[in-house]
């Protein structure tokens, strides 16, 4: 098989051609390794999508159903003896004693790590600008952002540098850079997935999950990701399995389209091409009405107090005390603190951890704290409500196509409103999935359909007739 | 436990118009095999940083796990304060940067504990609730503290380890009576098996917080925390120290200061850790981590099943079953070591059977005064069996009490474990009243003159020295009330 040919396999063909004996696992894996390291080594003429690429292929031979497809991982995750330093420098030269139950539940399943992603550090934004590594390029636009904070595993799918991704979504941060890469990103249940391992961000709200080529790709690496942890308290047993989706029409599935989300702050050429999906739906028989969110248009400010509030105190650790960097100069302890934070956090790492401190300050942790958790508690009741009535949300997955590289850097407000149609699901802790549905100037649109908690299956298989029907093929040129 | 009457202050010296307010908060570290969200056993004195995994020390990306059993340790606890337990508890974060602490935050509970309410004794209970230990710091130089060393280092075996906290309500009013309530609530958790509450190895630790106002007044005066007393001793010393502090401010006009002082029991002195001013702001919020602890029929049951008799139940029963003075049935029951020594004795079914009370009062009197300091008399010569059989041979006056002492000697010094044997081997067996004794009381009065006068001029006191001839020379066989009578009888008087 040709290299071109191997790379156009989606992950769970290329699976398949292994087990048919078409395709080494070795093979494979040397294809996307070469490609992965001419990448890092390119530097800023490249994309910039890894921050570790892996020297060698594993030398058994993979007996499990993933069969050797590799996967490339954001830099969060913790990989035991591998850097992992989720994109800041105050991680720097951090080597984990152990490796994340996501990553090491799918090398049990088949895919060994092909290498680590560049993100925003900590999965702080939505453009992958805030990074020790520096910013990741759009494979569809070089002058563009891939989107965040997964973005170097969003860019390494599309410009098909490794087979499949692994992110973490807290606001958006799967499915955001998924909607502006053009491929297919999935936010699980909160709790499906373990975080035993993911280098916490808001642990109320982090959510590995996959960015692939298709919805299948999807399923079948949250098939091997799923399940109760005993390392991860919060995490659940999923009921059931996942399937791989089947669907290829949408009879009798009611769509629900929350005006809230889908109104003022949307770009044109965004609502027309979700307008077009839309259009899809209804002719494989889906049934469309309006559907009301009426905290929705809240979830935002609720956000950016509860997910500063808890990464001020997940951040608090480093110190310089026991790992990663450590000011050298410092004259006492509160010195040692004060320079090695200053130092080893970016720009919005620091605001957000002021934003958090002062949220949870005595005499402002009612106003702030409690008030943004009775508004969670309403987004969720509102969902609750509308799965009463419709079988899933549908919304634009980010208000725009990717924009350009230093477009919002200097307005964190306008770079936050990227998170406006992905914020309300995480809150309320239900999956979602985007998939490409189309183009505005050029650029891939996201639609992102959401369902309630543990609706994977369901999920999947309205995304996979959708993206059937849509059937976007468009892809960047290769690098 | 000790009556306890108002006025520790003019205990303490004051002038009595003041009374000090004391509540306690204290830390057990729970008997678990495992920390309290992790897998790593609990360290006893094992080299640094051997008995950590990523979650106790804070690596990026761990996450922590509830002990179980921590909860079902608890959760005994709350039922022997007569708690009332939460169905659903959660766990907070309380956020600070200090080197032992390597998350940034300690996870404890806040508003939400496991247990609320309760008392022990006469002290009312404000909450219980589990929470981990922080690592510990060794600073090398000679302050021995964090400023001014030249190196400090972190042993995080200890990092970890489950902690109950047991905070009082301020219903406490004297240094020697917050000492005497800590020691009952050590025999209470003892009993409990739910930790070893060594305050030596810090498996105990006690702070205190106290303040004045005039007495019969409702409301409170400024109060100040006392931290970390590692001992009965400096618990009594640290607060009545604390008390005269405060008792010399308000004499002297001034006002006392929310602080927290440490207790220094080298020096007896008080020095300032912190001010109100300089108090944390901890930043409590809900632990995201862990779900809450919910609590359902079958943990409580297990609980339950767990629990052994409480002292203050004990103390009840012994009164009760086996007739008891009010304070013996206390030192027994508070002491489990002798209670269970004693209950022992009562069940060995020893021939003459002993009456209770008596048997009572030789374990906590004279058995544990001849033991070596803290000696648990199980662990001693003396078989339970023995005593109650020497007890017995008293009651029947068989063996008088000064012989039964040496017998006692005996079976300490393991020269026998036969009261019977040893009293007959040795002629310790209580003399009649016959001529024999008649003689010897006769020589002592001879030998006596000036105190056989002043017993004849009425003086009872006087008669001490004939008795004391007269029990070294029968080596102590003869029943004191028998020589006095005879002693009288010869005297006339």
């Given at each position: 098989m040709s290299t071109t040919d191997i790379l156009d396999l989606s992950a769970a063909a290329a699976a398949a051609a292994i087990g048919g004996g078409s395709l080494s696992a070795t093979e494979l894996f040397e294809a996307y390794r070469d490609r992965a390291a001419s990448d890092r080594a390119a530097g800023?003429?490249?994309?910039?999508?890894?921050?570790w690429v892996a020297?060698?292929?594993?030398s058994e031979p993979v007996d499990a159903?993933?069969?050797?497809?590799p996967v490339a991982v954001k830099d969060l995750f913790c990989t035991e003896g591998v850097p992992s330093?989720?994109?800041?420098?105050?991680?720097?030269g951090y080597l984990p004693p152990y490796t994340a139950t996501a990553v090491s539940r799918l090398r049990a399943g088949g895919a060994p790590l092909l290498a680590k992603t560049n993100q925003d550090e900590f999965a702080?934004?939505?453009?992958?600008?805030?990074s020790a590594f520096g910013p990741v390029r759009n494979?569809?636009?070089?002058?563009?952002v891939p989107g965040g904070s997964s973005g170097g595993s969003a860019a390494a799918v599309a410009a098909g540098l490794a087979p499949w991704a692994l992110g973490t979504d807290t606001g958006g941060s799967v499915r955001q850079p998924a909607a502006l890469c053009g491929i297919v990103g999935l936010k699980p249940t909160?709790?499906?997935?373990?975080?035993?391992g993911m280098i916490a961000f808001a642990s109320s709200l982090d959510q590995a999950g996959p960015l692939t080529r298709d919805v299948t790709d999807a399923a079948l690496m949250l098939r091997h990701m799923v399940g109760r942890d005993p390392?991860?308290?919060?995490s659940l047993a999923f009921p059931g399995e996942i399937e791989l989706p089947t669907a290829e029409r949408l009879d009798g599935i009611r769509l629900g389209v929350p005006q809230e989300l889908t109104?003022?702050?949307?770009e044109r050429g965004v609502l027309d091409a979700f307008a077009a999906a839309i259009e899809q739906a209804k002719e494989l028989g889906a049934e469309v009405s309006d559907v009301h969110l009426p905290h929705a248009p809240h979830a935002l400010s609720a956000y950016y107090v509860l997910a500063p509030a808890e990464c001020s105190s997940n951040l608090a650790?480093?110190?310089?005390?026991?790992?990663?960097?450590?000011?050298?100069?410092?004259?006492d302890l509160l010195d040692m603190y004060m320079r090695t934070r200053h130092d080893g956090f970016g720009a919005e790492v620091k605001r957000r951890i002021m934003l958090g401190t002062y949220a949870l300050s005595s005499g402002y942790y009612e106003a702030y704290y409690g008030r943004a958790q009775r508004v969670r508690t309403r987004i969720s009741e509102d969902f609750r409500t509308a799965f009463e009535q419709i079988d899933f949300v549908v919304t634009p997955?980010?208000?725009?196509?990717a924009f350009r590289l230093g477009e919002k850097t200097a307005d964190p407000l306008a770079m936050y409103l990227n998170d406006y149609c992905t914020v309300p699901m995480s809150l309320a802790g239900i999956p979602a999935i985007s998939i490409p549905c189309g183009h505005s100037e050029g650029l891939p649109v996201g639609l992102q359909i959401a369902g309630p908690a543990f609706s994977e299956n369901r999920l999947l298989d309205a995304a996979r007739a959708l993206e059937r029907s849509i059937a976007f093929d468009a892809r960047p040129a290769r690098v | 436990m000790s009556d306890h009457k108002p006025g520790g202050v003019a205990d303490a010296g004051?002038?009595?118009?003041l009374e000090a307010v004391i509540g306690l908060e204290i830390h057990v570290q729970l008997?678990?095999?495992?920390k309290m969200f992790c897998g790593c056993e609990l360290s006893f004195?094992?080299?640094?940083?051997?008995?950590?995994?990523p979650v106790c020390l804070g690596l990026p990306g761990s996450l922590p796990v509830a002990n179980a059993r921590a909860v079902h340790l608890g959760l005994m606890i709350g039922l022997a304060l007569g708690s009332e337990l939460a169905p659903r508890s959660i766990f907070h974060r309380k956020n600070y940067f200090y080197p032992d602490l390597p998350k940034g935050y300690q996870i404890t509970q806040y508003d939400e504990p496991l247990c609320r309410g309760g008392e022990l004794g006469d002290v009312r209970i404000h909450r219980v609730h589990l929470e981990e230990d922080a690592a510990k710091l060794i600073h090398a130089?000679?302050?021995?503290?964090?400023?001014?060393?030249d190196t400090s280092f972190v042993d995080f075996?200890?990092?970890g380890t489950p902690l109950a906290e047991i905070v009082t309500e301020p219903d406490l009013r004297a240094p020697e009576q917050a000492s005497e309530w800590l020691k009952l609530l050590r025999t209470t958790l003892r009993q409990l098996g739910v930790?070893?509450?060594?305050m030596e190895e810090g498996s105990l630790r006690c702070d205190a917080n106290i303040s004045l106002r005039p007495r019969g007044s409702e409301t409170l005066g400024v109060k100040t925390e006392l931290k970390n007393m590692n001992s009965f001793r400096f618990i009594e010393r640290g607060i009545r120290a604390e008390i005269a502090r405060q008792e010399e401010i308000l004499a002297g006009g001034g006002q006392v200061v929310q602080e927290t002082l440490h207790f220094?029991?080298?020096?007896?002195s008080i020095t300032s850790l912190r001010s109100k001013e300089e108090a944390?702001?901890?930043?409590?919020?809900?632990?995201?981590d862990l779900v809450p602890v919910a609590i359902d029929d079958g943990m409580l049951a297990a609980a339950r099943a767990d629990m052994s008799e409480l002292p203050a139940d004990r103390a009840e029963r012994l009164q009760r079953e086996?007739?008891?003075?009010v304070d013996s049935a206390q030192v027994l029951a508070f002491r489990t070591e002798l209670g269970d020594y004693f209950e022992a004795a009562v069940a060995?079914?020893?021939?003459p059977a002993p009456p209770a009370q008596g048997l009572a009062n030789w374990i906590a009197g004279d058995l544990v005064g001849r033991l070596?300091?803290?000696?648990?008399?199980?662990?001693?010569?003396?078989e339970p069996r023995a005593l109650a059989a020497l007890v017995g041979l008293v009651a029947e006056r068989r063996v008088s009490v000064g012989a039964a002492r040496q017998v006692l000697d005996r079976l300490i010094e393991g020269g026998g474990s036969e009261p019977l044997a040893i009293i007959e081997a040795e002629g310790l067996g209580a003399m009649d009243g016959g001529s024999e004794l008649a003689e010897i009381v006769a020589a002592a009065v001879a030998a006596n003159t000036d105190a056989a006068e002043r017993v004849r001029e009425?003086?009872?006191?006087?008669?001490g020295p004939i008795v004391g001839q007269v029990m070294r020379e029968t080596k102590g066989r003869a029943d004191g009330t028998e020589v006095a009578r005879l002693i009288h009888e010869q005297l006339g008087a």
């Open positions: 800023d003429a490249g994309l910039n999508c890894f921050t020297a060698d292929a594993p159903p993933l069969a050797g497809v330093q989720a994109g800041s420098r105050i991680l720097e702080m934004g939505s453009s992958n600008e805030n494979p569809w636009d070089r002058e563009r909160y709790g499906a997935v373990s975080r035993y390392c991860d308290a919060t109104g003022e702050g949307i650790r480093y110190d310089g005390v026991r790992y990663g960097m450590r000011a050298t100069d410092a004259h997955t980010a208000p725009s196509v | 004051g002038d009595g118009e008997a678990t095999r495992t004195g094992e080299p640094p940083n051997t008995r950590t995994c130089g000679a302050s021995g503290r964090i400023h001014g060393s075996n200890r990092g930790s070893d509450v060594n220094d029991p080298a020096s007896g944390h702001d901890y930043r409590y919020f809900p632990e995201p086996l007739g008891l003075s060995a079914r020893a021939e070596p300091e803290g000696q648990d008399p199980s662990d001693s010569r003396v009425g003086n009872a006191k006087a008669i």
